[in-house]
């Protein structure tokens, strides 16, 4: 295999990775949603559902925003009920952000409309391309440069 396939798809991730296509899909997934939900702080509700409770800093390398911008948005969400801040039990001086049980309802809903979004994108794929791609995804998550 030559480099051009590695070059393709380097171009595809270069796209699909960028800040503007991230923001524009979580501003589509987002709407509707309330007021605290939007494309700012839809990272911040994703990276919670993935990892579970997780203080700010840590937060913050897991979504890719920096802590001031997930205290922010944390307070927001807290605002509106999808986030409860409690006590760490390793360190008495911090918190950890937790995903109350309206945060969870509010990220399933979030979750079926980006399944649903891509299900749809590839519903004109030919029988069995979609299952394969998801296959050979996977494994290139776990076996790939971002493993």
Same mark, same amino acid.
């Given at each position: 295999?030559?480099?051009?396939?590695?070059?393709?798809?380097?171009?595809?991730?270069?796209?699909?990775?960028?800040?503007? @296509?991230? @923001?524009? $899909?979580?501003?589509?997934?987002?709407?509707?949603?309330?007021?605290?939900?939007?494309?700012?702080?839809?990272?911040?509700? !994703? %990276?919670?559902?993935?990892?579970?409770?997780? !203080?700010?800093?840590?937060?913050?390398?897991?979504?890719? *925003?920096?802590?001031?911008? *997930?205290?922010?948005?944390? !307070?927001?969400?807290? %605002?509106?009920?999808?986030?409860?801040?409690?006590?760490?039990?390793?360190?008495?001086?911090?918190? $950890?952000? *937790?995903?109350?049980?309206?945060?969870?309802?509010? *990220?399933?809903?979030?979750?079926?409309? $980006?399944?649903?979004?891509?299900? %749809? !994108?590839?519903?004109?794929?030919?029988?069995?391309?979609?299952?394969?791609?998801?296959?050979?995804?996977?494994?290139?998550?776990?076996?790939?440069?971002?493993?």
């Amino acid at each position: 295999m030559d480099n051009e396939i590695g070059h393709e798809i380097a171009d595809a991730l270069g796209i699909l990775l960028k800040r503007t @296509t991230r @923001t524009h $899909l979580h501003q589509q997934l987002t709407e509707g949603m309330g007021e605290a939900v939007d494309e700012l702080t839809y990272p911040v509700l !994703s %990276a919670l559902a993935r990892t579970g409770p997780r !203080s700010a800093a840590d937060l913050a390398q897991i979504a890719g *925003v920096d802590r001031s911008g *997930v205290t922010r948005r944390a !307070s927001r969400l807290e %605002a509106a009920g999808l986030i409860r801040r409690e006590p760490d039990p390793t360190d008495r001086r911090a918190h $950890l952000l *937790v995903l109350t049980d309206g945060g969870q309802l509010v *990220v399933t809903e979030l979750r079926a409309r $980006l399944a649903a979004r891509i299900t %749809a !994108s590839l519903a004109s794929w030919p029988p069995g391309e979609a299952e394969a791609f998801a296959r050979h995804l996977r494994r290139f998550m776990t076996e790939g440069p971002f493993a």
